[in-house]
């Protein structure tokens, strides 16, 4: 098979290409740090990838559920915690009231019901708190009012009065696919309900403002009650707490595992990237120089390499009319081949001016001082005229005769 000159160059162009597209591929590895940076990098496993990917951010909405449900949780506890330990005081307020030792003193039971009403007080604003970053825990979904109204104060026959003005409903949040958990409880059920903590506490003040000692005891045993369901509600929420843990520690795990297997398919090898840029950098510099020897030598490689390698010539004169200097012993009519598809041919002389044509392909014409050069070289060997006669105006106007040509002109002048 015939290889022609644009096949092998058709060839290089083609292998430089996709040397440059390898090279700007691992140069993209690099700056990112990732082996796959779209789809068509590796199909397979960038599919892979978005299934990890998909699955880490699961996870990763699931943990944060479980630290928004930690939280409503460890609220809600506290103030169950809160509220048993109102209920713990008060139960020792009952046992000093129905004591001999404190029951016939009017002081002492003045006292014991102050105290009995701060811890009234107290207890309502256990029910009624507040999570961090706002809605009321025991108020259900209608977390954005109080649980619990109380209207009334403690007085001569009077004990306040309070009711639920909150949701029943329990929130839950969801902490893996399709497992809830309660982060609050009903706050009917956990202060009032059978166990009214509320009518426990106004029950003991108004035995005690009554001086009824069997009233009292009968007090001390609803507060008793009251006492064990709040520690039971407590109970409940810790259950949720521990379910929570569990599955925090287990998606922590799944999470880690998830990041590993994304990075194993996802991320580049640095001493690898490194490496096959430097040795890409390398052939890319290499096939350029091989490359660069495809085009065969022509008049344009010769005239640059005979610029290079043989001496300047010895001008006539430095004064120069544009970049056309050019000085010639040849006759009208006469020419001169400098190269396969190059001739210049004498065309007038006239009033210190020599007319010269010059035919040659269009790209050849950027090199014209070049020409000059060669033609007025080979004119003064072949001539026999020594270089210091190129000086001489005279001399020039002698050995040419005027005439006409049809070829496209250059003008070059001499002057001394």
Request: hydrophobic share 40%; glycine share 8%; charged share 25%.
């Amino acid at each position: 098979m015939r290889i022609t000159q644009s096949m092998l160059v058709r060839v290089g162009i083609d292998q430089l290409g996709a040397q440059r597209n390898r090279l700007a591929r691992t140069q993209e590895m690099a700056a990112t740090g990732l082996r796959i940076n779209r789809p068509s990098d590796d199909p397979a496993d960038y599919r892979r990838v978005l299934f990890l990917k998909d699955a880490s951010t699961q996870t990763g909405r699931f943990l944060r559920s479980i630290d928004l449900a930690r939280t409503r949780l460890r609220t809600t506890e506290e103030a169950l915690s809160g509220a048993a330990e109102v209920m713990s005081r008060a139960r020792e307020l009952a046992i000093e009231a129905a004591s001999d030792a404190t029951n016939g003193g009017e002081d002492t039971r003045d006292v014991l019901k102050t105290e009995l009403a701060h811890l009234f007080e107290e207890l309502a604003s256990f029910a009624n708190v507040r999570a961090p970053g706002g809605g009321y825990v025991f108020s259900g979904l209608a977390s954005d009012q109080p649980a619990f109204s109380v209207t009334g104060a403690f007085g001569t026959g009077t004990v306040p009065t309070v009711t639920f003005t909150g949701d029943a409903s329990a929130i839950e949040v969801e902490i893996d696919d399709g497992v809830y958990i309660e982060v609050t409880r009903d706050g009917s059920a956990a202060f009032q309900g059978a166990n009214d903590a509320f009518v426990a506490l106004s029950r003991l003040w108004t035995a005690i403002d009554e001086g009824n000692n069997s009233e009292v005891t009968n007090a001390h045993t609803d507060i008793d009650n009251s006492f064990d369901h709040l520690v039971l509600e407590r109970t409940v929420l810790g259950g949720a707490d521990r379910k929570a843990d569990s599955f925090e520690e287990r998606l922590r795990v799944q999470e880690q595992n998830l990041a590993s297997q994304i990075s194993f398919l996802e991320d580049a090898d640095a001493f690898e990237v490194y490496s096959d840029l430097t040795a890409q950098e390398a052939g890319l510099q290499a096939s350029l120089q091989v490359n660069a020897r495809l085009i065969q030598p022509t008049l344009l490689n010769y005239l640059y390499r005979s610029r290079r390698q043989r001496p300047p010539a010895d001008r006539a004169t430095s004064n120069l009319q544009g970049n056309d200097m050019l000085v010639l012993t040849r006759r009208h009519g006469e020419s001169v081949r400098i190269g396969p598809d190059v001739r210049v041919t004498v065309v007038a002389s006239t009033g210190g001016q020599v007319r010269i044509a010059i035919d040659a392909p269009e790209e050849v014409g950027i090199f014209r001082e070049e020409i000059f050069e060669r033609v007025a070289s080979a004119n003064v060997e072949a001539a026999g005229v020594s270089k210091s006669m190129l000086s001489d105006l005279a001399q020039v106007e002698k050995r040419a005769t005027a005439g006409s040509g049809g070829m496209a002109q250059a003008v070059g002048r001499n002057e001394r």
